[in-house]
């Protein structure tokens, strides 16, 4: 397929990419969960938040999902590579390796964190920019007892507007915003007329690839 993406489908990104996207204050917490995904800059970032003191552990959480199917190792794996690369020492880091899609993340995490007798009341969740929003629906309501904030690595729409698949996985992000509330996976987040419209018109152009049928 080609991966050019021509003007008006970067317009159109651009206006998903602005609901997805949260940015905000951190503060002091118990844990960092790196959500898994092909991207290892994420991994990376939440390095440099363990560096900044934000949090003493880092859990990195991923088997395999739509992107990473074909990978020799999980995502967690991989992750914990970079985590370590980045200077995170093997005791401030765990490894959730069974995950395959965003709920997972958080409920297996929970799982095995509470396995380890780790109290979490706050936690900061680590993901590509355009995925903070739809994380942070899903902790809140998938693990409502701790109070989460998120972060991703700072990299603009500049960075993933030009790449089709980037625009699919937006397109397909902000369909589940919808769906997923209406099935109970992540609480409800309001989404703005223009990002429902920019996300009709982009998946009639054929960014339809992750679009939940």
């Known amino acids: 397929m080609e991966s050019h993406v021509d003007a008006r489908a970067r317009e159109l990104a651009r206006i998903i990419w602005d609901h997805l996207v949260l940015s905000g204050p951190l503060s002091q917490a118990d844990v960092i969960l790196a959500l898994g ?6 991994a990376a970032h939440a390095a440099r938040l363990w560096h900044g003191g934000w949090a003493p552990l880092v859990v990195v959480s991923g088997g395999r999902g739509k992107i990473t199917s074909g990978w020799d190792e999980t ?3 991989v992750f914990g590579r970079v985590v370590r690369e980045h200077g995170v020492p ?5 490894l959730e390796e069974t995950a395959t899609n ?5 409920t297996a995490s929970r799982r095995l964190l509470g396995e380890r007798g780790i ?11 355009y ?5 942070l629906a899903t902790a809140r309501r998938q693990w409502p007892e701790a109070g989460w904030t998120a972060s991703a690595p700072e990299l603009g729409f500049e960075v993933f507007g030009g790449e089709r698949r980037s625009v699919e996985l937006m397109v397909g992000d ?33 960014y339809d690839r992750h679009v939940i049928r």
């Open 102 to 106: 965003t709920g997972e993340n958080i």
């Open 75 to 77: 995502e967690a794996r």
């Open 131 to 135: 995925m903070t929003r739809r994380a």
């Open 90 to 94: 093997e005791d401030a880091l765990l």
């Open 174 to 206: 902000l369909q589940r915003m919808v769906v997923y509330a209406e099935r109970g996976f992540q609480v409800p987040v309001p989404v703005p007329a223009a990002a429902w419209a920019a996300y009709e018109e982009l998946a009639r152009l054929g």
């Open 37 to 42: 995904c092909h991207d290892t800059r994420v």
């Open 119 to 129: 109290a979490v009341a706050r936690g900061i969740l680590v993901a590509k920019p």
